[in-house]
């Protein structure tokens, strides 16, 4: 190794690179770059030649590695011959050694980069021989390593402070031999033995008091072999094992510190054989296993740190077979578990077996369960500080006969049949003070024939049946007979019957004893008469045909008084209407609580179509009139005073203004006359004081006032007059007093005031000027 560390530092010295030409301290008789050089090898010795002369180095001969620093060497023919140094840039030199014939020959030194001595080495004709020293940065010889004829025999190691740290045989470069290592205070800390690169022999390791804490020995593979020991620092026992070919065979002991034994145990070829104890640092036994290959095998027992057993297992070729038992640290029962011993599961494991227990800490049974070979199979009951919660019946893994669960106290919580892992039988639950809560029968756990359920007070909740076949196709049991269905105080809330699984015939829902609802039913569709109720009194009337209204139905007032009429008489109206496949069709009717019709609407296929009209509830006097065009005014529509007199008239067209509008004063006097087109004032339109006397002249323009508009008084006279332009006041404006005479004039820009404006008295004198 340090041949070639050696031999790495030369080679630097003449690698290739730039020619640049650094100062050196010793002139030479030629300078190189060590571009310019060629080596040539021949039988191991290497001739350097001048690539631009192709003569060979002669002489001392200076060889600049670019910016690395530079060699200088003395050569023969080409061959190194005499002081072989390398330096740094800096002049600092890293390698100082003689070449003989172009072999390494006497001392050589290697240096830092900083110029302290790391290394002297020794060569004979090229080959490593004597002694070599190395280093570290602080001076101080870290290393020796002997070299005879080329082959390392001897190294030895060195601490910072000089005392001997390691010290290493070798024979042809193979570790052999005894090999040491130390403890910085000088006590042997390692001796151990090699042969032919092969640990073998006595081995020895001490702490730094030259207390052994490990002896033993290795065999010719290197292998421990017979008795092994490993010692505490205070030198009390640790391990005390013995070996064979590198694995565990014979006795095993393990120690504590304070000298107690914690296992002891018999291995063969590394397999645990026989007893293993393992005891606690007091001496109390906590494990007894026994073991047969390497595996479990036998009894096992296991105990707390009091020395009370709290499991004993029984193992069969690293399974558990047989009575497994554990207990609580007071040594009570826990559990008592129980496997087959001869027949393995598909999984490989032994197969629960037998009679299964488990105990509370108090004593008391908490489960028993029995099965054959891993299936469920026989009795399973459950408990609760010794009391039965839960009984199970299972027949090889499926449950098959009574399932029962009780309450606390011991009454019947429910009961379960089943068969073949089907819930099939008898049902029932019940409340915690026996009284039954449902009971029926079920079949796969579905229920069939009779089923009743009751609240906690024993008062009925339910009664239905169902049938105890199947209808093709269905995958249930329909219900069929008779239902009813109560409120918790005893009420009836529901009744009627099922057939098929479809509701039949008349069923009647019920709130506080009464009547609240009557619906017919055919092959479960709404079918027939249908009333509601409330408090007894109607609230709806009609029919239904296949889920749907058909004909008339009757809403009511169900209330028995309003604030504002009194008392309101049973059977009072509030509208008819009339369906056909559950859409209107044809009248719908509003009426009065006296019974007077006031509104009346006509439908096609649920849509408001056709003649439309309002009535006054006082008189039955014609209060509002048109048509009505798939829910949107049409055409014609008006509007009277209670007395009869028209009160308004205007045009529609889906739904909007379009045409002639009026309205009028109570007397039958104009009030307004206007035109519409699509919900947008459009034209002149005119109003009217109610004595007649025009009132406003206006013109618009979708939507908007554009143009000439003129304003009166109630007297006939004019009031005001100018001009819009998108509803806003345009231009010059004039405003009259009731006399005639002139009150304002000025101008607006968009709806401002702009310009002179002149304010004159009602005599027509000039009273004020604004410039705006």
Known sequence: MHSIRANSGLLAGIGLGASTFIVCPAEASQNLSSLMVEIRQQEGIATYYNLATGMALNGQVTLVRDDQGYTLGEFSQGVANGRWQVYLPNNQKLVDGEYVGGLQSGRWQLFSPSGELSEEQFYLNGVPSGEWAEYDDLGNLYQKTVYEAGAKTQVLRYFASGKLKAKETYVDNLRHGIWETYHANGVLAERQQYAN?????????????????????????????????????????ERDEHYAAGRLHGERLSYYPNGQLSLQGQYSEGLRQGTLVHFSDTGVKLEEENYLDGEHDGIQRYFNRAGILVSELNYKAGLQAGVQKT??????????????????????????????????????????????????????????????????QWRQGARHGEFIAYYDNGKLRSLDQYQDNRQTGKAERYFDDGTVKERGTRINGQWVGKYESFYETGKPRELIHYRD??????SRYPLHGKFSRWYANGDLNEEGEYKNGEKQGAWRQYRRGIVSREMNFEAGKLNGPYREFDNGRRRVTGSYQADRKEGKWTEYRYQEKDPSFGPIPEGNIYRVSHYHEDKLEGERAYYSFKQVRYRSEQYQAGELSGHFSEYYPSNGQLKREGKMLKGSQEGLWQSWFEDGVLSESAEYLAGKLNGEYAKYYPNGQLKVLAHYQRDKLNGEQLSYFQTGKPKAKELWLDGQREGEASYFHANGKQAEQGAFLRSCKEGLWRAYWPNGELRSEGSYIADREAGDWAFYDQFGKLIKTEHH
């Open 197 to 237: 690169n092969q640990l073998s022999g006595p081995y020895l390791a001490q702490n730094s008091e030259g207390q052994v804490i490990e002896t033993g020995t290795l065999d010719a593979n290197g292998k421990r072999q017979g008795r092994w020991q490993t010692f505490y620092d205070d030198g009390t026992p």
């Open 327 to 392: 207990y609580f640290d007071d040594g009570n029962p826990k559990k008592v578990i129980r496997y087959h011993d001869e027949t393995l599961a598909d999984n490989g494991q032994y197969p629960l077996h037998g009679l299964q227990e488990r105990f509370d800490p108090a004593g008391n049974l908490v489960a028993t369960e029995h099965y054959d070979l891993g299936l469920k199979d026989g009795t399973f009951e459950h408990y609760r500080r010794g009391k039965l919660q839960r009984q199970e």
């Open 469 to 474: 076949e199947k209808i093709a196709g269905r």
